[in-house]
Nanobody
Framework: QVQLVESGGGLVQPGGSLRLSCAAS????????MGWYRQAPGKQREWVAS???????NYADSVKGRFTISRDNAKNTVYLQMNSLKPEDTAVYYC??????????????WGQGTQVTVSS
């Protein structure tokens, strides 16, 4: 069994910062791409950022220059440093990982989500 556990969400004022973490655990053989998505109330889930195992990174235009994605392969963990937060960044943030388990099955896994609220 594989699971992703997120942490680090909360309430922050506009212009503030938060750091999200997502740790994968369980019967993992390897992890390929990892990423973050978000879903605001009444909207569809949207992609935020992704990082390959080798460190290739891409960002949505809406967060470029403000958010930084990174990963620690030894800890099976992906991070999202969010700076200069805006009210429109308010959403539930989900991590995603493309994982090969010990039986060599390749699946996409999701975390449970963590709430980020940007408000004064």
């Amino acid at each position: 069994q594989v699971q992703l556990v997120e942490s680090g969400g909360g309430l922050v004022q506009p212009g503030g910062s938060l750091r999200l973490s997502c740790a994968a655990s369980g019967s993992i053989f390897s992890i390929n791409a990892m990423g973050w998505y978000r879903q605001a109330p009444g909207k569809q889930r949207e992609w935020v950022a992704s990082i390959t195992r080798d460190g290739g990174i891409n960002y949505a235009d809406s967060v470029k220059g403000r958010f930084t994605i990174s990963r620690d392969n030894a800890k099976n963990t992906v991070y999202l440093q969010m700076n200069s937060l805006k009210p429109e960044d308010t959403a539930v943030y989900y991590c995603n990982a493309e994982i090969v388990d010990v039986l060599r099955y390749h699946r996409s896994y999701w975390g449970q989500g963590t709430q980020v609220t940007v408000s004064s």
